[in-house]
């Protein structure tokens, strides 16, 4: 993986303080229950879990944010939106619901949630590219 963006891990007693700082409310009213509602749409194999926090630093213009199950396997995959089928890790399933999820959601006619989220998912997708799993984000995206 390209090293220009480093991810961090967020420590499990930072994570509620770290969404809320960065999408206050948002996070559990609208944005966490899309992310696992998009893996169970996407993935016939996810069955819940637990998800790891990632910050990604700032690039200039913001810190980027996503969440992927806390699981070291593969999961199938079929993108209804575009009848994309392939296999994602864990990390790829969690990039590719969060990209979906800011995507869905910056079309929300409240400004202030649109504009979030359309920042957070430009942040995401420029970490994407440096993930191994690039094109099969793309593909499960696009």
């Excluded at 998009?38 to 990604?56: E, K, Q, R, S």
């Excluded at 949630?113 to 995206?141: C, D, K, N, W």
């Amino acid at each position: 993986m390209d090293q220009s963006i480093q991810r961090v891990v967020v420590p499990e007693n930072q994570r509620m303080a770290t969404v809320d700082r960065i999408f206050g409310l948002l996070w559990p009213l609208n944005i966490e229950p899309l992310i696992f509602h998009l893996a169970d749409t996407l993935a016939a194999d996810y069955n819940g879990g637990l998800w790891l926090f990632y910050i990604l630093p700032d690039t200039g213009d913001g810190t980027g944010f996503y969440i992927a199950p806390d699981i070291d396997a593969d999961f199938d995959v079929v993108s209804f939106g575009n009848q994309w089928e392939g296999t994602l890790s864990a990390d790829a399933l969690g990039i590719t619901c969060c990209l979906t999820a800011y995507s869905n959601l910056s079309f929300s006619k409240n400004k202030a949630l649109g504009s979030l989220m359309a920042q957070h998912y430009h942040r995401l997708r420029e970490y994407m590219f440096s993930h191994p799993e690039v094109q099969a984000i793309l593909g499960a995206t696009d």
